[in-house]
């Protein structure tokens, strides 16, 4: 970290953007995955994971 900050500053930016994304939306992407990986048991956590991915990645993509 510099002595400024910067690297702080700019690793606190990056978190900020991915409290943007809500539970609600995660929850609404996750059940699509899960809906088109064939509704299987037991991949709640990927599923979830997945969709955070996506969206953090959408947004990014936005925002610049």
């Known amino acids: 970290v510099a002595k400024n900050g910067t690297s702080s ?4 930016a990056i ?22 990986d064939g509704c299987p048991a037991g991949k709640e956590m990927e599923h979830w994971l997945e969709a955070e991915r996506q969206l953090k990645i959408e947004s990014s993509m936005s925002s610049h």
Request: net charge positive.
């Open 9 to 12: 500053k700019l690793t606190h």
């Open 15 to 36: 978190d900020k953007s991915s409290y943007s994304i809500s539970q609600s939306d995660i929850a609404a992407r996750a059940f699509n995955i899960w809906i088109n």
